[in-house]
């Protein structure tokens, strides 16, 4: 059957299950449901601290077949995966589901549990490339990997899809009945949001930490009555290691250039204006549209309502200037913004789920105005890959990429016409992330596409000095540069799904052919 | 039958259903489950912003024999119930249970919608004495009224024995997306800890504000994603209602000098000490034993964990002069109270499931070290009624009554030995709201009994100067003053039913023979 993105899917793959294939951006609203949840009470004088990993393996009683997760902050600097996962190979338990939230090359190990049968099952938001990816890729993983979007991760795990068993929440600060925080300790990474659904809805919650703090922990950001247990450990992880690419404003005058369009785009469309909220990413030339937007909303002497996000210092920073009124975090991104969310109310966390969740009363997403995004690879229908590279191997995750494309009013891919001699501008892309009804303009160097669909823009800025061209020519400046690419060979074997954040299959990712 | 408490009970009350008995304090604990919610997504461009009431009761499309339900601060301040009921009836909606948290004075138009009909249950945590107390003991409600404790009513809703159908949550902040708080706003109130299960559990929730910010609301208490409707009216209520007795500690002396017995216990026993949490009462006993408690931690030089409750600028105090780390607080009592809960991160919020609701993994009262508790009555097996005065009328409800007793190490009854001519002390309470078992010790003014459960406390004191009796002693040093009380006759009509933090039946209310 072909889903709403014009993939062909079948209808039931093994080691998943029945597809239900994507059918549209906003198909999923309505009626929807929160699973039960199942606990044992904890009663007055219990003791939840315990004294290894080892031991809290023991208490929940972890057994074959069972879904753990790993809900973190700490990216490419978390160090509790591998450690617990070292105790649970070591212990012969085998054919777990591992729900991660990100996947980073620290989490090398894991290939080789993957390998031994350990690990069958995968399920992230975002795996780096590196060796797991690999390791997918070569169908090691008995099952397919599964990539959920921030916001379809906590609603996978709220509707009941994503079974937790057992979740371990890695926690800069404890005290020892369960209260955590992530702003104090060696290992600080700011706001604990992905954790929060793990913690609401798993059967067992074990808390690791290597900041046992006085009862109790204060601030709370995840409390007591969500957590089994307390285990200490040396480290959780470096916070170093949060950052894995560049976060600083591009220098590259083709980043720069597609900036200065894209900002000016917005200007042009009315976004720049009382009230405005507004997120881009955290990378080169994300963070330049930000600056030009910074830029045009101190001339304009605007004030918006919120910035949103993985956050930077850079926004901090907007805030702090008066141009956002507040900041919405769910993953800080470097120091500044950790030291601003511990001690500026301005600056508040929130849950994947609020950031994200289409099955709720109403995710942030729909309160954005403007929305900035990368792309490896955009189609002619506006569809967006941030799956994977032009050669077909995963190198990403949609993150918040479609939760936030769907429910900001200005969703804005910008990125090179051209990258590592390829054209990011094709007919189709390898892999569908985010369907193309929810990009409303392409912003390359050579030219700004916007969509059809958005028959408002178009009319808006048909008197626009702005180079504005149909998508179909972007295509054909990348392909006459670069020529056509062939395409990638790829064998029937489906190594990961992609589901949209509705949980519907929107695409999947096959084993290339050697 | 009987209940664990020795209350005869029947298997079934009309108009409640089967009754499960008592059966001890700690009887309910294992495994337990929050129920699963249904909930209307909300895309992207909703507006949930509405133009009265009335438009609110139809998009929820209220029906005849739904439960609606009022979390709320603002006490004997609070306009909601009123406000709401007045459309309800006017719209001919009739058989509606409505699960309050306080009920007061300010609710007697509530009488006539019992009158008609149109409200035929009434849930609450606490019932004031007044005109709906009175109609409750007439047997005008359709059904028998059910008290439940603090955390026993988020307990019943997550656990969905009470499913309620529409939530009304008055926030005196609010933006138009849903996200509130209660510490803006002219009817600012701090923490709206109360209205989180209702939130998180309700089919459909409204917020009626007074105090419409813009986008978005800062700090956010309950968020966007729990809420379908937003709702302006001119005030929601009166926040100098909140405080409904005295707030200032006694100058009786008898009062004086029950404080002053409680805390040489306190002391006596090894409670005062580094890292001790306390918790106590509002009125004018509690407050005085708490300022001695604050006379000998400062003379100890203790720092204590933290302080707990509804909490008054007293606790505030202590917490600014360095005797406690922090502040839980489930009610602010007063400005200063508001204005920490406010400004000060060390003074938390709490909802009413983490204070007090025996099923989840660990409720805070479960790290009270000390409590202070007034009585209407107490037994010789040490239960205490606090639900209906000598005349077997209802004039209060457990709060946290039964909650904190069970969660805390020390939980001291502390009153008069007699009040209104009328002995406090007796061979059987009229009401029971909280179980012997979790009683520790009764402080009077004419001598202390401990509890002979604590064998650990006798023989701690057993060389103490202080005047400890066996309670038997106080109740008749109690009756020799005033006379064994003349037994209230009552009819077998059951007007309310008490339930026991765990859900479990500890004790109805009759109607009294006229």
Do not use: W
Request: aromatic letters at 6%.
């Amino acid at each position: 059957m072909k889903n709403a993105a014009g993939v062909e899917l079948p209808e039931f793959i093994k080691g998943y299950g029945e597809v239900k294939p994507f059918a549209g951006a906003f198909a999923g609203y309505g009626q929807v449901r929160k699973v039960a949840v199942r606990l044992d009470s904890v009663q007055p004088g219990k003791t939840k601290l315990l004294e290894s990993i080892d031991e809290a393996i023991e208490k929940v009683n972890l057994r074959d077949g069972m879904t753990i997760s790993f809900p973190s902050h700490l990216r490419n600097g978390d160090y509790v995966i591998n450690q617990v996962m070292e105790v649970i190979a070591a212990k012969g338990i085998r054919d777990l589901h591992l729900a991660a939230t990100h996947i980073f090359p620290i989490h090398e190990p894991l290939v080789d549990y993957i390998k031994r049968g350990v690990v069958t099952g995968l399920s992230a938001s975002y795996i780096s490339p590196g060796a797991v990816a690999k390791a997918i890729m070569k169908g090691y993983l008995k099952n397919p990997a599964v990539l959920r979007s921030h916001g379809g991760r906590p609603r996978a795990i709220e509707g009941g899809e994503l079974h937790i068993d057992v979740a371990f929440i890695g926690a800069p600060t404890a005290d020892a009945y369960g209260n955590i925080n992530g702003v104090q300790g060696k290992a600080a990474c700011g706001t604990l949001s992905y954790g929060i659904a793990d913690a609401e809805y798993a059967d067992k919650v074990v808390v690791i930490t290597d900041n046992l703090v006085p009862y109790p922990a204060c601030p709370i950001e995840i409390s007591q009555d969500y957590v089994d247990y307390v285990v200490t450990v040396d480290s959780i992880g470096d916070p170093s290691g949060i950052v894995s690419g560049t976060l600083s404003v591009t220098k590259d005058p083709v980043g720069l250039r597609i900036a200065s369009l894209a900002a000016q785009f917005i200007d042009e469309a009315g976004y720049i204006k009382d009230g405005m909220s507004f997120q881009s990413g955290a990378g080169g030339t994300s963070l330049a549209v930000t600056a030009e937007v910074r830029k045009r909303m101190k001339e304009k002497k605007v004030v918006g309502s919120f910035a949103a996000g993985g956050v930077t210092g850079y926004i901090v920073d907007m805030m702090n200037e008066g141009l956002f009124r507040s900041v919405f975090d769910v993953q800080c991104f470097d120091l500044k913004a950790i030291a601003s969310y511990r001690d500026n109310p301005k600056h508040q966390g929130m849950s994947g789920s609020l950031y994200g969740n289409p099955n709720t009363k109403g995710a942030l997403v729909n309160n954005l105005d403007i929305m900035i995004l990368g792309a490896t690879e955009i189609d002619t229908d506006f569809n967006v890959n941030v799956i994977t590279g032009s050669d077909g191997i995963i190198m990403g995750g949609s993150g918040g990429h479609n939760d936030t494309a769907a429910g900001s009013k200005l969703a804005i891919i910008v990125t090179n016409l051209i990258k590592g001699r390829l054209p990011v501008v094709k007919s189709k892309v390898t892999t569908v992330a985010t369907p193309g009804e929810t990009v409303d303009v392409l912003v390359t160097e050579r030219g700004i596409a916007i969509n059809p669909r958005r028959s408002d823009l178009i009319e808006k800025l048909k008197d626009s000095a702005l180079p504005l061209v149909p998508i179909e020519t972007l295509r054909e400046m990348a392909e006459r540069l670069t020529g056509v690419p062939k395409p990638i060979p790829f064998s029937d074997e489906i190594v990961a799904v992609v589901e949209y954040r509705d949980g519907s299959v929107i695409d999947v990712v096959k084993k290339p052919l050697d």
